[in-house]
């Protein structure tokens, strides 16, 4: 079982709809978990970070985090073009004193217009 | 701009050969990181720098990387003997604590011929 799953995609949505990506972690003592945005070709982006349980928003977007289904998503309120990337879901697990960032494979999104 | 910078922006070396990427982090991180992308993949981590000192090293890290941070600012990724398998995107990343997340550079794309 990998320690991030996302479903890889490709998701498409048209503009100006609710675009809802999704994230699973394995390892139950994470505590700090991270969405990353990443154009083609460029590095991933943070844009966002949530470490309690339930809804954080900022701006068009919206992190939700249920540690007790081990769950994460990323709502895209009125979704734009500008937004087609692949969008990484990452954690920092519990264990061990380095507590790096790990990284699901990403979900590629697509915005029609 | 005071984001974390990567050099080279690309490499093209023959199977075989060595080379060496730097990174420079944002000033105030004490924290840094590399990581490997390959296409459709997220990135995977490979070490870890608080100040000088590396603290943790990835099984993918075989010996021929090597990896130094040797005043707490700058750091080196040296990759010898390239292999094909080596080709990627090298990133690296700062942070300031423990719980924070990452700020990534431009990356290095490898390509190993």
């Known amino acids: 079982q990998k320690e991030v799953e996302q479903n890889s995609g490709p998701l498409s949505v048209p503009e100006g709809a609710i675009a809802s990506l999704n994230c699973t972690y394995s390892d139950r003592g994470s505590q700090s978990f991270f969405w990353y945005r990443q154009y083609s070709g460029k590095s991933p982006e943070l844009i966002m970070s949530?470490?309690?349980?339930g809804d954080k928003e900022d701006g068009r977007f919206t992190a939700q985090l249920n540690k007790a289904s081990q769950y994460v998503s990323l709502l895209i309120r009125d979704s734009q073009p500008s937004d087609s990337a692949t969008y990484l879901c990452a954690v920092i697990n519990g264990a061990g004193s380095a507590r790096q960032l790990t990284f699901g494979s990403g979900t590629q999104l697509t915005v029609l217009p | 701009d005071t984001g974390v910078s990567q050099n080279p922006r690309h490499k093209i070396t023959k199977r075989g050969q060595n080379v060496t990427f730097r990174c420079d982090p944002i000033?105030?991180?004490?924290?840094l990181y590399w990581y490997r992308q390959t296409l459709g993949q997220g990135p995977e981590f490979l070490t870890y720098?608080?100040?000088?000192?590396?603290?943790?090293k990835s099984r993918l890290l075989s010996d021929r990387f090597s990896a130094e941070r040797p005043k707490g600012s700058f750091s080196t990724l040296e990759i010898q003997r390239t292999e094909q398998g080596d080709s990627a995107m090298y990133l690296c990343?700062?942070?300031?604590?423990?719980?924070?997340?990452?700020?990534f550079g431009s990356g290095t794309r490898l390509t190993v011929v």
């Open positions: 949530i470490y309690s349980n």
């Open positions: 000033s105030e991180h004490n924290r």
């Open positions: 990343a700062s942070s300031p604590g423990q719980n924070y997340g990452y700020t």
């Open positions: 720098f608080q100040n000088e000192a590396q603290l943790e």
